[in-house]
């Protein structure tokens, strides 16, 4: 299965606190802790929760602490941001306030915030509030008033999983105007846990919920150039899509596996992936069936030469096109027995659509790399929970028996923003007996001899093949790739 590590600096307790907490309803975010997928995240979370008309799905009232029905919604701020939303190739600017603090007054708490220079101030911004972690306001009516919003008073319900809250603003004029805040609750009991919710954990430090302005693209002819325009901004939207991809169709488990760590294996030396690799290296790899981790150190920097960037020959990307093409119509046919979502196909559509919009080619054939990798491992892995149904199930679907086979064994490494956040490292379980499955010839005979030959070890059913872990590293000196050989069992045998 693959991986993509995002590994996000100062998040470690925010993260660690999703992992054992979240309901997969969406993102959580942590105020100034934030990653560089934090604002795409907060778009994508509300693009996917608005239907057609415009109103909340039921399922993301919660999400956005909604408190009118669906139907409703449509009128509320969900309704200035619909349009742009579903719009063919449409999206939102943003503006990201910087020197967010929270104050705890009499009553209830206070948000203070300067948003930056922009023409798109002279517009009327939706304001979302991203909370670090969905807080304990269950069953809570929470009460904004400022002078920037309209109408200057405006409410939100929380409920379990509720992350974002929208709430409608007022045009500015075009200058920076800062924003005061003021949120209260009529329930004394559950107050203190508002003033946590927005003030954070401790005094001085991020505080708990991250402010964004949001603005319908292109209403504005005196604006800055739009958030998303810029290469770094596409390559940044590009990787940011492809994480919730992955997210989407790991498959749900009850339990964690156990935490591994993944720079404790042996490894290959790292080889330079980019507009220097040889075309054999490529070649390899675009053909390569290998499960593939991403691991992308510091990425969000922004910086020009950090970008990835491939340089393949017309033959080359032509193979490359025709093994993405394959890999996602193969995905499509799996879809029909493992049920993937139509919103995994929609973050699909999304990503070749970023792929191809990347501002040069060099970018543009990295990017669509990585998206081969992702299809190539997911379709694997699909697939392969489709042969250990079919290997459980045994010939003409009788119950299979305890013979040598192969068996799924999921892990998770030791390391934060993985995603999808476990690999499926297989494993070899069952009985060594006559007939042995794929034996040697010493099997055969130690097999003979234990019978007869009592406390003489009987072979053992272990792996006799493996695949190795293909390990994409993106850091500040380039992007690199390093071979963990023999993580992924293949094929068992009796030894």
């Known amino acids: 299965m693959l991986l993509l590590l995002l590994f996000w600096t100062r998040l470690a307790a925010a993260q660690q606190d999703r992992h054992s907490s979240s309901t997969g309803t969406g993102p959580v975010l942590s105020g100034e802790r934030v990653g560089p997928c934090f604002e795409e995240d907060a778009v994508a979370a509300l693009r996917e929760a608005l239907q057609p008309d415009g109103a909340l799905s039921n399922s993301s009232l919660a999400l956005f602490g909604a408190c009118t029905a669906p139907e409703r919604s449509s009128g509320s701020a969900f309704s200035l941001l619909s349009e742009e939303l579903r719009r063919p190739g449409g999206g939102l600017d943003v503006l990201r306030p910087a020197a967010v603090s929270a104050a705890q007054e009499q009553g209830g708490v206070t948000l203070t915030f300067d948003p930056p220079s922009s023409p798109l101030l002279e517009l009327k911004p939706v304001l979302l509030l991203a909370f670090g972690r969905p807080p304990a306001l269950g069953g809570l009516e929470v009460t904004f008033s400022s002078r920037s919003l309209q109408p200057q008073t405006q409410s939100a319900c929380f409920s379990e999983g509720t992350v974002f809250v929208l709430l409608v603003g007022g045009a500015s004029g075009g200058s920076p105007l800062r924003w005061r805040l003021s949120a209260e609750s009529k329930s004394t009991e559950l107050n203190q846990n508002l003033v946590d919710a927005l003030v954070g954990e401790s005094p001085g430090g991020p505080v708990g919920v991250a402010p964004l302005l949001l603005f319908p693209a292109g209403t504005s002819n005196s604006r800055l150039p739009p958030s998303g325009s810029s290469s770094s901004a596409v390559h940044t939207s590009f990787l940011c899509e492809l994480r919730r991809f992955l997210e989407g169709v790991e498959p749900r488990r009850h339990s964690r596996p156990p935490l591994l760590r993944l720079d404790s294996v042996q490894s290959l030396p790292p080889l330079p992936l980019g507009r220097s690799s040889s075309e054999v290296l490529l070649a390899a790899l675009i053909n390569s069936s290998a499960p593939t981790v991403f691991y992308f150190n510091n990425w969000s920097s922004g910086s020009q030469d950090r970008r990835g960037a491939l340089r393949l020959s017309p033959a080359l990307w032509a193979e490359l096109q025709l093994r993405l093409e394959q890999n996602q119509m193969l995905i499509l046919d799996l879809a029909e027995e493992d049920g993937v979502s139509p919103r995994t196909r929609a973050r699909l559509e999304r990503l070749k659509d970023l792929s191809a919009s990347q501002q040069t080619e060099a970018e543009h054939h990295f990017c669509s790399f990585l998206l081969l990798k992702a299809l190539q491992t997911v379709a694997q892995a699909h697939d392969l929970r489709r042969r250990l149904r079919s290997a ?42 006559f007939p042995l499955t794929n034996g040697n010839n010493h099997a055969v005979l130690l097999t003979s001899h234990a019978e007869s030959a009592a406390g003489e070890r009987a072979p053992c059913c272990v792996p006799v093949a493996y695949d190795p872990l293909e390990v994409v590293d993106w850091n500040d000196e380039g992007s690199f790739l390093s071979i963990k050989p023999d993580m992924i069992a293949r094929e068992c045998g009796c030894r």
């Open 392 to 433: 459980r199930a045994g010939p003409e679907g009788s119950p299979a028996d305890g013979a040598c086979r192969l068996r799924s064994l999921t892990v998770s490494f030791e390391k934060l923003f993985l995603s999808p956040q476990s690999a499926n490292i297989n494993n070899c379980r069952g009985a060594c007996s």
